[in-house]
Structures are given as C-alpha cells and as structure tokens.
T-cell receptor, first 115, second 112 residues
C-alpha cells in the first residue's frame, strides 16, 4: 500500500518570502501522479500543482513549483513571494496510474503567512 | 463551468439514524470519489464510482455505501450513525482522460 508523509505539521513564512513544504511517499509502483492540494479555512480543497512521475521536469504553476526526486521518493512544494492568501492547510497526495482515481493523502502542513 | 456541488452543506443527526449525502460532479466528469476528513484520521478514501459502478473501495464498514446515477451524480449513505462518523465528507470528480480531480465544498456532518 502506498503511504504519504508530511513531516511538518506547521510552517510559517513572512509575506513575500519563500517557503518549502516537504512530502515523502512510499510506493512500489513506477508510474503514478503526485499532487499538492490547498485547503483554506473554507475547507474547499483546491488543486495547486500536479506532477506525473514519468516526467523528469519539475512542475511549475506561477509562484508554486515542486522539487520531484523520484529515486528519493520526495515531492516538496516551494511557494515563492508568499501572499496572505496562501495561508492554508496543504496536503500532498499520491495517485496510482492504474486502479482508478483513489488519492492517498499526507497528514497536511498548516501554513501561516505573517504580514 | 460550474464546479462540484455537494448538498447539504451542513447536517446534524442523532446516533442511530441514517443519512444521505449528494454530490453533483462537474459536467462531463464521470468519476466521483468520496473522502472522509476528521482531525484524528485525516483524509481517508471511502469509495469511487465510474459509470454507475463502484471501482474502488476504502477500508470502511458496510454502514457506508454509495451509488452513482446515469447522470453521474452520486450519493453516499451512512446507516446507524455513530459519534465517530462526525466529519467533513468531501466529494471529488474527474474525467477518465485526465488524472486531475476537483473537490466540492464538502458536507459537514455532526452526529450527536
């Protein structure tokens, strides 16, 4: 079974600074997808960024980028130029390429952005 | 395009009762998945439906069931509610041709 671990329950960053959230996962599969979701106080889960395991290039979406290290099974999220609206719980998630749409989530990291 | 909708948004039930939650996916999405979110257990996968068939099931007791209709709308049912069933229930939908899933706002269930 796949597992996802986020070792940082809480992180804080100053507005306009950069922060990196960590995620490691365990799987015996070679083809899969990884995601970062954001859950603000409204509880709406928002897809932030996605990575396909067969792609070596790290995904980037505006101020959000990932550092995907397949051999190390590591998938960290970097948020540049942090904004107050980035404050939320961030979840790392794994999805196998086969076997449907099931997502396995990490425990989450609560990000605080200080003005 | 409208997002995933879930009804009701909030629900209070008494232990022993049953409850039905509804999820309408994004138009064109045929996959619907359900998750339970609690402070203690985090986000846990309940089940997934695709074209009216359950494709995946998580490790939950038989009191939790679901179904999907021909228009892709899905319902989940919890019978004989327990206090531990109090949670945020999230629904997500996706296209078969895409690996991305989009979540609804959730239904907050409180069991007293």
């Amino acid at each position: 079974a796949q597992t996802v671990t986020q070792s940082q329950p809480e992180m804080s960053v100053q507005e306009a600074e950069t922060v990196t959230l960590s995620c490691t996962y365990d799987t015996s599969e070679s083809d899969y997808y990884l995601f970062w979701y954001k859950q603000p106080p409204s509880r709406q889960m928002i897809l932030v960024i996605r990575q396909e395991a067969y792609k070596q290039q790290n995904a980037t979406e505006n101020r959000f980028s990932v550092n995907f290290q397949k051999a190390a099974k590591s998938f960290s999220l970097k948020i540049s130029d942090s904004q107050l609206g980035d404050a939320a719980m961030y979840f790392c998630a794994y999805r196998s390429r086969s076997g449907g749409s099931r997502l396995t989530f990490g425990e989450g990291t609560q990000l605080t952005v200080n003005p | 395009k409208a997002g995933v909708t879930q009804t009701p948004r909030y629900l209070i039930k008494t232990r022993g009762q049953q409850v039905t939650l509804s999820c309408s996916p994004i138009s064109g999405h045929r996959s619907v998945s359900w998750y339970q979110q609690t402070p203690g257990q985090g986000l846990q996968f309940l089940f997934e439906y695709f074209s009216e068939t359950q494709r995946n099931k998580g490790n939950f007791p038989g009191r939790f069931s679901g179904r999907q209709f021909s228009n892709s709308r899905s319902e989940m049912n919890v019978s004989t509610l327990e206090l531990g069933d109090s949670a945020l229930y999230l629904c997500a939908s996706g296209r078969e041709s895409s690996y991305e899933q989009y979540f609804g706002p959730g239904t907050r269930l409180t069991v007293t």
